[in-house]
């Protein structure tokens, strides 16, 4: 196993039920870090409660009373935090005009402002210690406009400027704070935007819809997510802070 700084660590890794969490949550621990996974539901994390290292919770980081508790609990159970991945989020697409309070509401409450609690609750710790490693999920929508997808650009963005404000202001005390940004992942939020084509209708683009393909002519898999995470979390971007690093096989042209 490589010495990167992973083996041996804490990491907590939110919306690891499934999807993007639950491969990153795979890769951090087959590194060798001890991995709290996070999510509403633990159902599809099964296979893995019983493993060593690896333990499964319970939590909804909307709530801050639940989020304070859970971070207290790995402190106490696991060891002292190094790694925070954020990755827990919700998409409600919709026009605009027709979008409903509650949909904005809940939007933000999870891709963003549950950012700012777990964040502040980890970092908090590991400001006296000196060290830490901060990686919030965000997407290339924070960037490029998108129909129908407005809040969950919106709330992306917000949750993409408050990690590098954080990593600017956590800097002096070497804690890194980065952002991935992938584009369009085989996971089950992905297939919920399918209509017709498929993946390879979105691989193709949709000029009517203002929208380019992608480049590299392949749908993401989770697990190109999770490496970048893991490169970022390590030691070999032990100089690399406040950077947002797109990973959607250049769909946005990096407008």
């Known amino acids: 196993m490589r010495d990167d700084g992973i083996a041996g660590a804490t990491a907590i890794v939110t919306g690891a039920g499934r999807g993007i969490g639950l491969a990153v ?6 590194r060798g870090a001890t991995v709290a996974a996070l999510d509403r539901s633990t159902d599809e994390l099964a296979s893995h409660i019983d493993q060593p290292r690896f333990t499964a919770i319970t939590a909804d980081v909307t709530d801050p009373d639940r989020v304070h508790e859970v971070v207290s609990q790995v402190e106490h159970d696991l060891g002292p935090i190094d ?5 827990a989020g919700v998409l409600h697409p ?5 979008y409903s309070d509650e949909d904005w ?19 908090r710790l590991m400001i006296p210690r000196r060290r830490g490693v901060v990686i919030t999920v965000s997407s290339n929508a924070a960037g ?44 089950p939020m992905q297939r919920k935007l399918w209509n017709t084509g498929g993946a390879d209708a979105v691989i193709r683009g949709d000029l009517d819809d203002f929208r380019t393909g992608i480049p590299l002519g392949r ?4 697990e190109d997510i999770a490496a970048a ?27």
Do not use: W
């Not at 949550?25 to 087959?30: D, G, P, V, Y």
């Open 144 to 187: 490029v406009p998108r129909r129908g997808m407005a809040a969950y650009a919106a709330s992306k963005a917000a949750a993409t400027m408050f990690t590098k404000c954080l990593g600017l202001e956590l800097a002096e005390y070497g804690i890194r704070c980065n952002v991935v940004a992938p584009g369009s992942t085989d996971t």
């Open 83 to 87: 790694i925070l991945v954020n990755v």
């Open 94 to 98: 919709g026009d605009v005009v027709d």
């Open 105 to 123: 509401e809940h939007t933000f409450a999870v891709n963003t402002t549950a950012v700012f609690t777990v964040s502040r609750a980890v970092t």
């Open 219 to 222: 749908i993401a898999e989770p």
């Open 229 to 255: 995470v893991v490169f970022l979390a390590s030691d070999q971007a032990r100089h690399i802070t406040m950077h947002d690093l797109y990973v959607d096989g250049g769909a946005t042209l990096r407008a």
């Open 25 to 30: 949550a795979r890769e951090l621990h087959a």
